[in-house]
């Protein structure tokens, strides 16, 4: 799904873990179509369910092209391990999942982050809320940025503002929402979750390599 606001041409594609909410926020703030003008008052459940995140499908983001067409982006890396820190520890959702709940599978629903890490494969089979935010940006984006406008960096949230107050004329804040109180860090998992990451995120920084540098090459 293309998250369009159609007053200010403007045309979003989300990504899990890279700023979705926080952005989707700030638009809904701006949506003439959405009765909250505070992007720090939305209920999340109602922000996920109006801009719904989905799959990059080059049809439909081709109706879009007289509008401003943006996404935002994060570090694979930093992106893989607030899936743990969030959905798995903050959030526990895997206590949440069917497959769980039903005693469909033997993994544990509160695993330590090398065991997650080393099982990911498994783990984003039996919850379907760990395959959602796991996915590759790619799935997301596409795999040509030059379909773009402009592509940021989550660290860039305040030139999106910025940006998006030029278009539409409006004083935009960009809310800092959905953030991890405890974010893993790579220094601890160990040597053996380090590669397997490495391995998996090989891709994916090949992919944003304009973007962002892969830390596992020296």
């Not at 799904?1 to 041409?9: K, P, T, Y």
């Not at 278009?167 to 991890?180: A, E, L, M, Q």
């Not at 891709?203 to 944003?208: D, I, N, R, T, V």
Request: charged share 25%; proline share 7%.
């Amino acid at each position: 799904m293309v998250i369009h606001i159609n007053a200010f041409d403007l045309a979003y594609m989300a990504i899990p873990k890279a700023a979705c909410s926080s952005v989707k926020a700030a638009l809904g703030a701006l949506d003439p179509d959405v009765p909250e003008t505070n992007a720090t008052a939305f209920p999340r459940k109602a922000l996920h369910n109006r801009y719904q995140t989905r799959r990059f499908r080059i049809h439909r983001w081709r109706a879009y092209d007289r509008c401003f067409r943006f996404t935002v982006v994060r570090d694979p890396l930093k992106r893989l391990l607030g899936v743990y820190s969030n959905r798995v520890v903050q959030r526990r959702e895997l206590l949440m999942s069917r497959n769980f709940r039903r005693g469909l599978t033997d993994l544990p629903p509160d695993p330590d982050p090398d065991f997650f890490f080393q099982n990911l494969a498994a783990y984003i089979n039996a919850a379907s809320t760990i395959k959602h935010h796991a996915l590759p940006t790619s799935v997301f984006t596409g795999k040509d940025f030059s379909l773009y406008s402009k592509v940021y960096r989550t660290s860039d949230l305040d030139d999106l503002a910025a940006d998006l107050s030029g278009i539409t004329g409006r004083d935009v804040t960009i809310p800092h929402v959905n953030s991890s109180p405890a974010p893993l860090s790579i220094d601890d998992l160990s040597c053996k979750t380090r590669a397997a990451i490495a391995t998996r995120l090989a891709p994916e920084y090949a992919h944003l390599a304009d973007y962002f540098d892969n830390p596992f090459i020296h």
